[in-house]
């Protein structure tokens, strides 16, 4: 039964081919170039129908192969490459949704789709990538903390505020019991007026 699904959809559809799966659950496929027949066939094929009403089943095959070489009716259909999403919403799309292997074979960046071995390759470079980047940031964070305890180096400088940013709290006043007051240490400051011009 496969056989003859698989005619017909070479007869009457367009055929695409199962490439691979990536580790994300999105599936790719590959259409080659082909030729479909779609209306030119279908007229072109009950016109021939509708003077021969005897015809059998291989006289129709025979007629769909002679149009196919002479070229009658249809449209050609370019190959392409595409990717069936595992989650096939739009707005949940994230970055790294297709590795980037099948993002290049995808785009034609790449011949050849990209093999399994080759995927896992290039997944295990990364985390050995991520692991090294992380030992060499620990090391000169010790490095750096080591320094600043020896003098070798200054430390971060703290910037002093000045004018209304100065304040240290930013919470609730605290009240006390005892009053505070300015009356007995207050002195105006000099002031004379200013001659007119």
């Given at each position: 039964?496969?056989?003859i699904?698989?005619?017909l959809r070479?007869?009457?559809?367009?055929?695409k081919?199962?490439v691979?799966?990536?580790?994300?659950?999105n599936?790719?496929?590959?259409?080659?170039?082909?030729?479909?027949f779609?209306?030119?066939y279908?007229r072109?094929?009950?016109?021939?129908?509708?003077?021969h009403?005897g015809?059998?089943m291989?006289?129709?095959?025979?007629t769909?192969?002679?149009?196919?070489?002479?070229?009658?009716?249809?449209?050609?259909?370019?190959a392409?490459?595409?990717v069936?999403?595992?989650n096939?919403t739009?707005?949940?799309?994230?970055e790294?949704?297709?590795?980037?292997?099948?993002?290049?074979?995808?785009?034609?960046?790449?011949?050849q789709?990209?093999?399994?071995?080759?995927?896992v390759?290039?997944?295990?470079?990364?985390e050995h990538?991520?692991?090294?980047?992380?030992?060499?940031?620990?090391?000169e964070q010790a490095?750096?903390a080591?320094?600043?305890?020896?003098?070798?180096?200054?430390?971060?400088?703290?910037t002093i505020?000045?004018?209304?940013?100065?304040?240290?709290s930013f919470?609730?006043?605290v009240?006390?019991?005892?009053?505070?007051?300015t009356?007995?240490?207050?002195q105006p400051?000099s002031?004379?007026?200013?001659?007119?011009?």
């Open positions: 039964m496969s056989r699904g698989g005619l070479r007869t009457f559809g367009v055929l081919e199962h691979g799966t990536d580790h994300l659950g599936k790719y496929y590959w259409q080659p170039e082909q030729k479909t779609t209306e030119g279908k072109s094929l009950l016109q021939h129908w509708r003077g009403t015809l059998v291989m006289d129709l095959l025979y769909w192969c002679q149009m196919y070489r002479c070229g009658i009716g249809g449209r050609i259909v370019r392409k490459r595409m069936v999403a595992a096939p739009e707005f949940e799309y994230l790294g949704s297709i590795p980037s292997e099948w993002d290049a074979w995808i785009r034609g960046r790449r011949k789709p990209p093999s399994i071995e080759e995927l390759k290039n997944q295990n470079y990364r990538i991520k692991i090294k980047a992380r030992e060499v940031e620990e090391k490095l750096q080591k320094e600043y305890e020896e003098g070798l180096v200054a430390g971060p400088a703290q505020a000045k004018g209304h940013a100065a304040a240290t919470g609730q006043p009240t006390s019991e005892e009053p505070v007051s009356a007995n240490t207050f400051g002031w004379s007026p200013t001659a007119k011009k």
